[in-house]
């Protein structure tokens, strides 16, 4: 157990090392010290002040977005989505948030529910066009995120329904209800443990379920799928759904848990942030936490970076595309560090198999 | 062109299927343009803003094309025109600081945004081909680390000459054409004549036949003695330099570099590639279609001609592009070996 746990986190961590070395060229490059910039970083993201709490905070959405991409692939769909589906969540979650009058054992999971529900309604129409007129999901998320970003700009600009009357000229929601914010316990954002719940409930249902086990063969061979009697319609609309739900209610805790009202613009990237997230999870739900983790923390640490070092924080990008590129390629990473086995962890899904439709 | 990627004997369903989409969008475009034609400036204004803004989804849409085609699935477009645009931009800047002329500034910077996005296609091939990655993977670290690496080296302030308009002599004395086709920048040109040359390019030569092989069935060109590996090298690196170009088309147009300036114009590339069906002329359609989804929507809001708020205008291309899609209920068959590395047994 201990030599399985060595050998499938040897990667990943070696790969996280290349990574910073990386980062540490590009910052000695621009005549900075990289000792200085890794040493703020590391502060930034785990100690003094509330630096933890951050950390948590930037994972959550990476967590919730990693989630609603990796469940995706695993019936063969590509969700580009995320960000689309995120900003709708997180601007439906502050309507439920302002406009109902709820104790909050029942506030706020209602307003995460509401902001889930309503991503999933259009993942369900991604699915269903997929099932029924062939029209590449691929397409339908990519477009879908301009079309969804624009409306959720308007639901908060000042011609739209859902203006803060107090905001001037502000584009954004009034302040939700208390009764729907997600709490601190000792500076800790509990949201991060709904995500967490979320990605062992992903895992369960992947991984121990019937309906998880149709999922997978849809997205391992359709017409096999098919052979078998499952409905493969039927599993493409249901995992986009899912996929969006879990999306939005990533943007309902950034609105409930941080924000506290929703502002167009405030939440940018953040959707992009889950592909990454589930490729270096290989998929895998669990896989999801720490990978949100390891990237929340290198976001909560780089504006410190910033301000102690004077580095720019969008270094932080570089060094997370040098770590994914070298988990991807454990030969590059066994070749450089001269380690024995190192191995991917590979479940035998191919990311690329959906692409086909 | 038509028997290239039928793999049954074309019916007459599948001939309508085809063309259908065309039709409705050719029918849609007209319609609109008719009724705007009283106008005959303001038509004149969509035309030429549907060709400026189709130029650049047409190069991306190529690049992803003629990768796939060759068997390898390029989700990095949108990085390759971040990455072409900041290179290019800073070529052009510093070689116009060092006082050269101006054309050979522009130039130099053309070439230096292209061999940049061609760099990145012989990086992706070498994931691919070579160390046999997931493709989705390369394409995603190409995505992040360009915008990362852009963000973090790009200084502002900074300034390059700009592109000069080309009037075709002639040409560009039409009524209404020569307006919206003859009036356009260098490289505005050169998009469509790539177009036309990737289109001869795979059907008519002996490359294009060598690449739709290693793209369905690498297994029987290696048989006949192509080199599948080298030929796929080959293939992302041209395909690069399309989305190079793309790049410097940003640049044509804002004569300036600007953070994460692509905007999602590589993840629309994709759409415009899959909506054309891996067929050049289909990208060129499905191009100038959302060009002109996006030229008339910003007409419309500039007239305020519906009393309705900018967001929605602005939602108009893409709501467009899925109602067409929705409706023509085609499915785009991507080339049979697209996103698995070759085994030579």
Redesign the interface.
Known sequence: MIERLRASALLPFLAVILGLIVGAL?ILVAGKNPWVAYSAMVEGAFFGGNAFGRTLEKATPLIMGGLAVAVAFKAGL?N?GGQGQLLLGAAFAAWAGFTFDLPMIVHIPVALIVGGLVAALIGAIVGG?KAY????E???T??????LG??T??LA?R??PWNDPEGGALARTPLIADSAQIPRVGGLPTGFLVAVGLAVLCWWLIERSTFGFEIKTAGLNKNAATYAGIGVNKILILTMAISAFLAGVGGAIETQGVTNRFEPGFNTGLG?DG??IA?LARTNPLAVVPAALLFGAMDAGSSLMQSQARI?P?????????I??FI??P??VQYITRARNVSSEDDGV????G??? | MTTATATTSPTVKATISKYLPWAIALAVMFAILFAMSWDSRQTEAVGAATVRAAAPLLLGALCGLIGERSGI?NIGIEGQILLSAYCGFMVSSLSADASLPTVISLILGVVGGVAASALVGFFMAW?AVS?K??????G??????A???T??AYVQGRTQPRYPNWTVPGLSELPFVGDVLFNHGPLTYLAFFCVVGVHIALFRTTWGLRTRAIGEHPGAADTVGVDVARMRYKNMIIAGAMAGLAGMLLIQSASAFSRNMSN?KG??A??VM??GRYRPLGVLGAALLLGFFTALQSQLQFNQAFDI?P??F??I???L??AV??VA??????PAA???PYEKE
């Open positions: 590009l590509f580009i066009l007129r062939g029209t590449h691929v397409i339908t990519i477009m879908l995120n301009f079309v624009n409306f700009d308007w600009s011609d739209g992009f592909i990454t490729l720019a969008e270094i932080i990008a570089v060094i997370q595309a040098a994914l590129f991807a390629a030969t590059v191919r990311l690329s198999a692409w086909g439709g | 699935i994931c160390l990655m997931d493709q989705i993977i390369a995603t670290v190409v995505n992040i680390f915008l990362g690496f963000s973090y999602g993840f629309i994709l759409a899959l909506f708020p967001q929605f602005g939602m291309p893409f709501l592009t899925i899609l929705a209920g085609l499915a785009a068959r991507p697209a996103g698995s």
